[in-house]
């Protein structure tokens, strides 16, 4: 008997001590490990080793490795008692959908209209004489900006006076014709003469006074014997004055730009909305735009136009959209802008703003097959997500993955199982 006793105490070291030597030290285990032992033990001497850990009570978080991908890092799966439920504030639901602001995303440029920029031109050429505004200065419509020379300037004023002194002889003859033509005296044919002389120099006249108009010089100044060699060049807009091309002495050419005016109240934005979302675009929807580099500065406006061609060959359509106190936001024409376009409410998944964690640049929830049970472990998965739109506390969320049928997320506390798994990879490695 004693014999028998030695015998057995000896076979039950062996096989505790192949345990342990195939599936490392075990310190929690009871006489269900002893069985399992006696198990790996057989499993060795025929040269398969399977590993199956069961935790205890305590509901500490378990390797799960459900990656099949040869070399992957294998997915963790938590498992939480309930009681370590109720003691962190765990709260868990199914997954739900909200009525959120739906947006287009676009992207684009500040522009002015057409009618709001002006380039600075003269209507006869000359040497500049003066220049009387600096880049950048705000101007107002009518004044003066530079002052330019030309000889033929006192040409055009020489021929317009002896065209007015040829009028003024052709109507004092016109009219002496008919008087003699009332009296009989005189002839038809001299009348007519004169007559259509004094219509040929009436339109002369007109003309050149025209030309002198647009010049800037008087008419009437003019025929008062007061001649120019200087014209003045006037801002076409008000606005602020851009690039200036030329210099004192410059000859300034017809066609050729002085300066540019650009008024800026009228700013707006230039989007560039693509075929796949231009049926939600309508005019007047509401528009929140971000300027890329003034620190993501947050403007509102309003779609007011929608072209109706695309640009080039990238398919997108030039969506046009007015930005409300445009003056107020120091804004210049050519900055780059996000948009997001609202154009309307529409149900989408969407997930409490706690729920969310995030992790390594990506955003994570945590989701459970399980509902609530009183007497069962719960687990728990990380599954990433894109986010979206975010309104009311609840944000839009689309998994990368499938997510199975009941699934339930963790609508609170996702934080701390996010620390819990993070210090079971820790232990791993």
Known sequence: MKSKTIRFFIGSSLIGMIVLSACGSNKGAGPAAGADGKESATGSAKGSATDSTKDNATGSAKDNAVNGREGSKPRIQLELSQ????????????????????????????????QNK????????????????????????????????????????????????????TREELTRQKELSDAGAGTGKNLQQIRANYNAETARLLTMERQLLQLGIDP??????????????????????????VNMGTYAETGKPLMQIIDNSQIH????????????????????????????????????????????????????????????????PGMYVTALIDVGNQQTMAVPADALVRSEGK????????????????????????????????????????LPENTWIVKKGAFYLLSMEKAKGDEDE
């Open 118 to 169: 002006a380039d600075v031109n003269v209507l006869i050429g000359g040497i500049l004489r003066s220049i009387r505004v600096l880049e950048g200065q705000t101007v107002r419509k009518g004044q003066v900006l530079a002052t330019l020379e030309n000889t033929e300037l006192i040409k055009l004023q020489q021929e317009y006076l002896t065209g007015k002194n040829q009028f003024a002889y």
């Open 269 to 332: 934005c230039d989007l560039i909305v693509y075929e796949k979302d231009l049926f939600k675009v309508k005019i007047g929807q509401k528009v929140n735009f971000i300027l890329t580099n003034q620190n993501n500065q947050l403007i509102e406006g309003k779609i007011y136009g929608i072209n109706k061609s695309f640009e080039d060959d990238s398919k997108g359509i030039i969506v046009h959209a007015i930005i409300e106190g445009a003056n107020t936001h120091k804004l210049i």
């Open 83 to 114: 009681e370590q439920i109720r003691a962190v504030g765990i709260e868990t639901g199914p997954m739900e959908q909200k009525n959120l602001h739906a947006v287009v995303k676009a992207s684009g440029q500040l522009a002015v209209p057409p």
């Open 220 to 245: 009437v100044s003019v025929a008062g014997g007061h001649i120019v060699s200087q014209v003045s060049v006037t801002a076409p807009i008000a606005g602020t004055i851009g690039h200036i091309t």
């Open 363 to 402: 955003d994570y929830i945590f989701i459970t097959q399980e509902e609530k049970k009183v007497d069962r472990s719960v687990a728990f998965t990380k599954t990433e997500v894109v986010t979206g739109e975010s309104e009311l506390g609840y944000v839009q969320v689309t998994p990368l993955s499938g």
